[in-house]
């Protein structure tokens, strides 16, 4: 969805079919216009996604290969201590680590959540987005957020942070 919205390509563009076009008064040429109408935006970023379970790799490469976004997504099944940037010195890392809800144990989560924090620390410039329901997440980082914000994840009431790095990014909310 980032790289969709950072390049400026609709939502849904990919789809065979909308529901209005059932519709009496739908409008196939101005539909025809509007959908051809060529509005990408360049997009000289790259996204690197990963996560420990190959079969969630699996399915997101699969979403990401049907969106056309090869060229711009790099997925790969990994760890969080094994994630190491190439990309420079700037960058921001986001991510919604399992809870303890249903996959972890406590433990776990506090070696994940500790280890999250140390790569967290050894990434320069970067900034840090995380969105969880584990109360005590700066703790367990060791680092205080610069904003948090509560919100629900489903029923699950989580708490939204926002780390910034040396080098602000820019928050739009």
């Known amino acids: 969805e980032a790289a969709l919205i950072a390049l400026n390509i609709p939502a849904g563009i990919y789809r065979q079919r909308f529901a209005f076009q059932s519709w009496?008064?739908?409008?196939?040429?101005?539909?025809?216009?509007?959908?051809?109408?060529?509005?990408?935006?360049?997009?000289?970023?790259?996204?690197y996604g990963s996560d420990i379970s190959r079969q969630a790799i699996a399915i997101a490469s699969k979403n990401v290969e049907s969106a056309g976004l090869t060229k711009y997504i790099h997925l790969k099944a990994k760890a969080v201590q094994d994630i190491v940037t190439t990309v420079g010195n700037e960058g921001l890392l986001m991510t919604n680590p399992p809870y303890g809800e249903r996959l972890l144990t406590r433990k776990e989560i506090v070696s994940l959540y500790r280890d999250l924090g140390e790569k967290y620390k050894s990434l320069n410039d970067f900034s840090m987005y995380v969105l969880t329901s584990v109360t005590d997440f700066e703790k367990l980082v060791k680092k205080p957020a610069d904003k948090k914000r509560k919100i629900y994840n489903g029923k699950l009431e989580c708490t939204y942070y926002t780390m910034l790095g040396a080098k602000p990014q820019k928050d739009e909310n």
């Not at 539909?31 to 996204?47: A, W």
Request: glycine share 0%; proline share 4%; aromatic share 16%.
């Open 24 to 47: 009496k008064d739908y409008d196939a040429d101005l539909f025809d216009e509007l959908y051809d109408e060529d509005t990408q935006r360049p997009f000289e970023h790259k996204i």
